[in-house]
């Protein structure tokens, strides 16, 4: 398991990172999701250890991550950025990440190439944006590392590949110690692999929870009531992230399961009152918004 521990990181007079404390857990895929610049990319790098925190650590089973090497042995880090050495074909990456990884399974990492039907002999430098992205995850699963750390995992891959990447995901779970924490954008991407998501914002870390049990915690809900005076109610009485009034239908999300929160609509009398289903991505911008990153200040 990797516990961050109050870890807090700076770069010159930009603070990264502030306090950050969680837990992941082995076995299972952790999304990472965060507003741009919320210290996504930079967290992943604490974790594999190529930073130093300013304050608290990282650790593996117990082991500080930074400048222990058998820890590091363990985690395999991609960055969002994809880059090779010069004139490098994807055989030839093979053989670098076997001196870099011990474990490097290289007849799987052949095998791959073949099925993702990629050369394994051509230049890296004449692929696309798409098929480097290909290389490098082909690179990261074959690694054997028990952590693989993917930064905008899905950046630049047409559909049916990552479909293939998602399938190459629940296979290296199935068949040996594997945790993915995988960091993007893509809400949706992360929302049919993910077994929990840490939201990131300004630097901070908003929550780390399972996604089936934050979304049992929120709940999205429509209603008419008539009486104004009962509808005021009902928002003082839930906790509410955000809601929203179009004519007399009346849009809330709010704190609290769906049959609480339906129940409290119910009291007030309503003409009609239904839970609606509830995205990742709403509650991503649910949950930013409460932490004061409103899109309606962006479009002002």
């Known amino acids: 398991m990797i516990e961050l521990k109050s ?13 950050v404390s969680a837990q992941i857990q082995d076995g299972l895929i952790f999304g990472l999701v965060g507003s741009n ?13 190529i930073l130093e925190p300013e304050e608290g650590e990282v650790v593996l089973d117990g082991t500080p991550v930074f400048e222990h090497p058998d820890a590091k042995r363990q985690i395999c880090f991609l960055s ?13 990456m093979g053989r670098f990440y076997q001196l870099a990884y011990p474990s490097f399974d290289g007849d799987n990492y052949l095998s791959l190439l073949q099925k993702f039907n990629i050369p394994p002999k051509k230049k890296l430098q004449t692929f696309s944006k798409g098929q ?11 690694a054997g590392t028990r952590y693989l750390l993917c930064d905008e995992t899905f950046d630049g891959l047409d559909p049916v590949v990552r479909q ?3 399938s190459l995901f629940a296979a290296e779970l199935l068949k040996r110690d594997f945790t993915p924490v995988i960091a993007s954008h893509n809400l949706s991407e992360l929302e049919d692999i993910c077994d929990s998501i840490g939201l990131l914002h300004q630097g901070s870390l908003l929550f780390a929870r399972d996604l089936d049990s ?9 209603c008419v009531i008539p009486d104004h005076a009962k509808e005021e109610q009902l928002l003082a009485e839930l906790s509410v992230l955000q809601y929203e009034k179009s004519g007399s239908l009346l849009t809330v999300t709010a704190r609290g399961s769906r049959a609480e929160v339906l129940q409290a609509a119910q009291e007030k ?10 995205s990742l991505e709403e509650i991503f911008i649910s949950e930013t918004e409460v932490a004061g990153y409103d899109i309606k200040n962006l479009i002002q």
């Open 80 to 92: 969002d950025t994809v880059t090779y050495f010069p004139n490098a074909t994807p055989e030839s």
């Open 37 to 49: 610049g919320a210290g996504k990319s930079t967290l992943l790098r604490l974790i594999s250890g």
């Open 269 to 278: 009398d309503p003409l009609f009152a239904e839970v609606l289903p509830l």
């Open 132 to 142: 480097k992205k290909q290389v490098s995850l082909l690179l990261g699963f074959s």
């Open 164 to 166: 293939a990447v998602k």
């Open 7 to 19: 870890v807090s990181k700076t770069f010159r007079d930009t603070s990264a990172l502030t306090r």
């Open 214 to 222: 934050m979304k049992c915690s929120l709940c999205k809900m429509q």
